[in-house]
């Protein structure tokens, strides 16, 4: 199992900003897909971005587009997510994941089953 190493969750007022990051074994980070998903209280685990590390190109949920960025750190085998403008519905827990190596996607998707590797998961806590 992959150790994807995430940091930066937190408590924040509505309308705060917080980054988060996750760093990944160079094997995993250059394989092609990584993103973040949340899962929220009662709620299903859904992608809210993804990022292909070759090309930086980045796909989003509807409901961050505008507001979450997230971004890849070659030198550092690490990606971030970037979240202002945050909402009492964006609290959640925050997990970064991976593809397998031996599947090199392209384009990246918001599909679960897509990633093999998962982080321990960072809370975020936004309060109204």
């Known amino acids: 199992q992959a150790n994807l190493v995430e940091s930066g969750g937190g408590s924040v007022e509505a309308g705060g900003s917080l980054r988060l990051s996750c760093t990944a074994p160079v094997y995993i980070y250059s394989a092609s897909c990584m993103g973040w998903f949340r899962q929220g209280p009662g709620k299903q685990r859904e992608g809210i971005a993804v990022i292909h590390t070759g090309t930086n190109s980045t796909d989003y949920d509807d409901s961050v587009k505008g507001r979450f960025t997230i971004s890849g750190d070659n030198a550092r085998n690490t990606i971030y997510l970037q979240m202002n403008s945050l909402k009492p519905e964006d609290h959640a827990m925050y997990y970064c994941?991976?593809?397998?190596?031996?599947?090199?996607?392209?384009?990246?998707?918001?599909?679960?089953?897509?990633?093999?590797?998962w982080g321990q998961g960072t809370q975020v806590t936004v309060s109204s």
């Open positions: 994941a991976a593809v397998t190596p031996s599947r090199r996607f392209f384009p990246c998707k918001r599909v679960r089953g897509d990633f093999s590797y």
